[in-house]
């Protein structure tokens, strides 16, 4: 019987050992499988907390970026480019003055025309004047002259001078488009400098137009008038120089002393004969 008790026994310890391993086991692998969790989780939060510094590091840097380049970039595009099209376009359309030698275009129109072959006048020493000026419709037109080059600088001056004081002017074209024939340019009652012309009546003496130093002003208002000549003929109705009309030059104007303040003398002014329509250099 003690063997068969011994026996039973160790039989019993023997399931309780290993039931023992066995629960052992089981703990001893549950808290290895906890701080495996854990450990996994700790890098994974780390890596998010990482992640979201950076992040938020980095955000907070490139919006600064951003606002800084935002507001640069949109004034610098849209602000400037309005108001200097506006303006510009606006000077364009209404004012030009200027002045440049006289280029094959223009020399195409002038030669044979209201300049000839000769020797004493180059079409190098000339220039092509642009300007704008009042109209008799009281608006503002772009006339052409072609005067000396020398005194190109002064003629937009002198014209400048004349449309701030809103002179009229009713046309302002080459001589070339009336065949360079003086008369039909006076009818028409054509503002006119350079042609290569002598002086009416005088044969062999070179008019101060032929230098491009002689600028004729509304001819019609402003008539040549000697003894019974009055040239262009519709300039007899403003031989009263007392009665005022418009773009006449009375020698108290804007236009006698936008002229004469520059050293030019006026035809107004002349003893036996009077040109009121011309000034010279
Ligand atoms: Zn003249």
């Given at each position: 019987?003690?063997?068969v ?14 039931m ?94 209201s300049?000839k ?25 772009i ?16 014209f ?32 006119s ?77 002349w ?10 250099k």
């Open positions: 019987m003690k063997k008790i011994i026996l039973c026994t160790l039989f019993v310890s023997m399931l309780l050992l290993t023992c391993q066995k629960d052992v086991g089981t703990i001893v692998e549950t808290p290895i499988a906890v701080p495996m969790e854990k450990k996994s989780e700790q890098p994974a939060k780390e890596a998010i907390e990482k992640t979201i510094e950076e992040p938020t590091g980095k955000p907070a840097e490139t919006p600064v970026a951003k606002v800084i380049e935002k507001p640069i970039q949109k004034p610098a595009v849209k602000a400037p480019q309005e108001p200097i099209q506006k303006p510009a376009a606006k000077e364009v359309l209404s004012q030009s003055f200027e002045y440049h030698p006289i280029d094959k275009e223009i020399e195409k129109i002038i030669n044979g025309v300049w072959q000769n020797n004493t006048v180059k079409i190098d020493d000339l220039c092509y004047v642009k300007v704008t000026y009042w109209g008799f419709d009281d608006k503002p037109h006339g052409e002259l072609i005067v000396s080059k020398d005194i190109g600088k002064e003629v937009i001056e002198i400048k001078e004349l449309y701030a004081a809103k002179f009229p002017i009713e046309k302002m074209k080459l001589i070339d488009e009336y065949d360079a024939v003086d008369s039909k340019s006076m009818e028409d009652n054509n503002t400098a350079f042609c290569y012309r002598e002086v009416d009546g005088k044969p062999g003496k070179l008019s101060k137009h032929s230098y491009g130093i002689a600028i004729d002003i509304n001819p019609v208002q402003n008539p040549y008038v000697y003894k019974d000549k009055v040239s262009p003929e519709s300039g007899r109705a403003y031989l009263n120089r007392e009665k005022l009309a418009k773009g006449m030059i009375t020698g108290k104007d804007a236009c006698y002393k936008a002229f004469t303040s520059r050293g030019w003398s006026w035809g107004g002014n003893k036996y004969e009077k040109d009121y329509q011309h000034f010279q």
